[in-house]
């Protein structure tokens, strides 16, 4: 573990000098969407589909936990694709660091763990955000929702580390990102109950982990979930979790020793 937070240091100075790059795509969007789609989208969704709801729930209510989770997702996704390639096939950041006592294990997880950082810290802003709307139901609902967030990044993180890791070309990121994330982000529940979808894509998306993930924080923030289905949800992030860093370790250390 001391030789993992060796490592991370290097990627918490890293972004202590970039992180004002990150202040839009990271804080401001999100507020942006709880604003334009939660406010105010939900004030035409509140008079005209209410029914369409669970029971008592605003639009704003629904929609917020969802884009928690989404843009977790998002976060996580794309700090696992180009920042991944790039340190082995332009930077060689990862050979220099294996020039050192570091193994590739050290090298995975450090980075992994600086991706759970960044998804931290953008979702205790945006549980806070989301408190200041009224949303969260309490402080133990709002850490729970905060936890969740960094297993939904992880369950993201991971295999996407393996498929970066594996790539000759920037260009498989093209597919990655089409039909993979932005179905995930549409399909997820985050928007609309994914029970008005048609029978082969409600199931498609029951197998997302996102959607899990939006599930967990909405019962969490709202207090409207029962233990047994949360706990199901994260069995199920945690699952992805154990398989992707597998997928992980094996790509790294297959595409490490092969050079770039």
């Known amino acids: 573990m001391e030789m993992v937070l060796r490592q991370f ?18 804080f401001v969007m999100p507020l942006f969407y709880l ?23 605003t639009y704003l209510e629904f929609i917020g936990p969802g884009l928690l989770a989404t843009m977790v997702m998002m976060t996580a996704m794309f700090e696992s694709t180009y920042p991944v390639y790039g340190n082995i096939k332009w930077t060689k950041v990862y050979e220099a660091m294996l020039a050192t006592p570091l193994t ?20 205790a802003v945006f549980v806070v955000v989301l ?7 309490s402080v133990a609902g709002g ?45 997820s529940g985050a928007f609309f109950p994914i ?12 197998l997302m982990p996102v959607w899990h993930g939006v599930e967990l924080c909405r019962n969490l923030i709202l207090g409207t ?6 706990i199901g949800h994260v069995g199920y992030l945690v699952t992805w979790i154990v398989i992707g860093w597998g997928l992980a370790r094996w790509s790294f250390g297959n595409r490490l020793a092969e050079g770039a």
Request: glycine share 12%.
């Open 35 to 57: 604003l334009g789609m939660g406010v105010g989208l939900g004030a035409f969704v509140d008079d005209q589909s209410r029914s369409e709801l669970p029971d008592g729930v």
């Open 9 to 26: 240091d290097y990627w918490a100075t890293t972004y202590r000098r970039t992180w004002r790059g990150s202040v839009v795509s990271t």
């Open 104 to 123: 590739v294990v050290h090298v995975l997880n450090g980075h992994l763990l600086y991706v759970a950082f960044r998804t931290a810290s953008m979702s």
């Open 225 to 230: 979930g029962d233990w047994g289905a949360d």
């Open 143 to 187: 850490i729970g929702a905060l936890l969740a967030a960094i297993l939904i990044g992880m369950a993201h993180a991971t295999p996407v580390f393996a498929y970066s890791a594996r790539l000759k070309s920037d260009s498989g990121f093209a597919p990655l990102f089409r039909l993979g994330l932005l179905p995930m982000f549409l399909f």
């Open 195 to 206: 029970q008005s979808l048609p029978d082969a894509i409600e199931w498609l998306a029951y």
């Open 131 to 137: 408190a200041g709307f009224g949303i969260v139901d």
